[in-house]
């Protein structure tokens, strides 16, 4: 897979540009991962429901047609887009879903946490509150969106939304869940191992 660091770019044009690339793929083209930070935004997805924005105040809200209910995008959160051809791959969508949340949760694990996924809420996490989440779209056998872990920010505007459509589901990130002071904790530091887990559970 190829891997390209689009550094912080705004949610929809990088969405568009998911699109554009998946619908004018064929048989030789090559699979990617893409990683992105996001100002931030509120997105829905292809059947999200609005009732779950609570008060999107300031940030803007946009509909999305990926897979789940609404989530936040911000500063501090790692995204990474997986535009594969999981036809060609042979691989169906709840495998790739499980392969996502393992190499996440493989990831908290090398920093001591200890994490879990939830086959009816797909998604990681620690001790009840989510971490990462996911959210796929699959034309002609392939697949683009995927996941956005919290690394280190503001997790103020999770309150303002039921996240992924759930009520009262608390929101966490590495930053708070690591010994005070701990070194590394940045998207820096975290894309090259993340990419590390996804590229040894991804054909």
């Known amino acids: 897979m190829r891997v390209i660091d689009l550094g912080i770019q705004p949610y ?7 699109q554009a690339y998946t619908a ?6 090559e699979d ?3 990683l992105v930070e996001h100002p931030p ?9 609005r009732e779950h924005v609570l008060a999107a105040g300031d940030i803007p809200v946009l509909e999305s047609d990926r897979g789940g209910q609404v989530t936040y995008h911000g ?5 990474v887009y997986v535009l594969l051809d999981i036809a060609r791959m042979q691989l169906g969508v709840r ?3 499980n392969r996502l949340e393992r190499s996440v949760i493989e990831l908290l694990a090398d920093y001591g946490i200890s994490a879990e996924a939830k086959r009816e809420a797909p998604g990681v996490y620690v001790a009840g509150c989510k971490i990462a989440a996911l959210g796929l779209r699959v034309k002609k056998g392939r697949c683009f969106h995927g996941l956005a872990l919290n690394i280190d ?4 505007p999770f309150s303002r939304i039921n996240p992924c459509g759930y009520p009262s589901l608390q929101v966490t990130q590495l930053r708070s869940l ?3 002071g701990a070194e590394n904790v940045t998207l820096a530091a975290i894309k090259p191992k993340l990419v590390s887990k996804l590229q040894r559970r991804i054909p």
Not at 24 to 29: G, M, N
Not at 41 to 49: E, S
């Open 178 to 180: 690591v010994k005070p």
């Open 95 to 97: 495998e790739l879903v």
């Open 75 to 79: 500063p501090g959160q790692l995204v």
């Open 153 to 156: 920010m503001d997790l103020e």
């Open 12 to 18: 929809e044009k990088v969405w568009r540009q998911m």
């Open 41 to 49: 935004v509120f997105t829905l997805g292809k059947n999200g429901k």
């Open 32 to 34: 990617q991962l893409w």
């Open 24 to 29: 004018q793929r064929d048989a030789d083209s």
